[in-house]
């Protein structure tokens, strides 16, 4: 983890995923995960059979391009090879970091923020001007 960031972003789920790719052109943004890889609960909890529980193209995930449509109701393969091809396509491979676990969070008087936590068992403590959490309510 950087020292410094402009825009951390903790979660690399879907919704942190996207956040961090619109705001990628313009700030430098780092993100967080505490699990060993991205996609949220679709990486973590589901499995082969698990589908999105919505009609498409409610569900994708904007900014990304493919080849080919996500069948309607997609299934747990196409929402993990979007969220590949999001982190490929907007160039945020070296901005992510996996096995990172926020444990405390300070807010300054000027509104910036100090982040820390362990990366692996290694500690770490960045600064960052703005702080997105996009996390689930399991958290």
Same mark, same amino acid.
């Given at each position: 983890?950087?020292?410094?960031?402009?825009?951390?972003?903790?979660?690399?789920?879907?919704?942190?995923?996207?956040?961090?790719?619109?705001?990628?052109?313009?700030?430098?943004?780092?993100?967080?995960?505490?699990?060993?890889?991205?996609?949220?609960?679709?990486?973590?909890?589901?499995?082969?059979?698990?589908?999105?529980?919505?009609?498409?193209?409610?569900?994708?995930?904007?900014?990304?391009?493919?080849?080919?449509?996500?069948?309607?109701?997609?299934?747990?393969?196409?929402?993990?090879? &979007?969220?590949?091809? *999001?982190?490929?396509?907007?160039?945020? @491979? =070296?901005?992510?970091? /996996?096995? #990172? $676990? %926020?444990?405390?969070?300070?807010?300054?008087? &000027?509104?910036?923020? *100090?982040?820390?936590?362990?990366?692996? @068992? =290694?500690?770490?403590? /960045?600064? #960052? $001007? %703005?702080?997105?959490?996009?996390?689930?309510?399991?958290?």
């Amino acid at each position: 983890m950087p020292s410094q960031s402009s825009v951390i972003v903790v979660g690399a789920g879907l919704a942190g995923l996207t956040i961090a790719s619109v705001v990628a052109p313009q700030a430098n943004v780092e993100i967080i995960e505490k699990s060993a890889g991205a996609g949220g609960v679709w990486w973590s909890t589901s499995n082969a059979l698990s589908r999105v529980n919505s009609s498409e193209p409610s569900y994708r995930i904007p900014g990304v391009a493919r080849t080919a449509h996500n069948t309607n109701h997609s299934h747990q393969h196409e929402i993990l090879d &979007d969220v590949r091809r *999001l982190i490929e396509q907007h160039g945020l @491979t =070296r901005h992510l970091h /996996t096995r #990172c $676990e %926020v444990r405390r969070v300070l807010t300054s008087e &000027d509104g910036g923020h *100090l982040v820390g936590g362990l990366q692996d @068992t =290694r500690s770490f403590r /960045t600064a #960052c $001007e %703005v702080l997105v959490l996009a996390t689930n309510r399991r958290l």
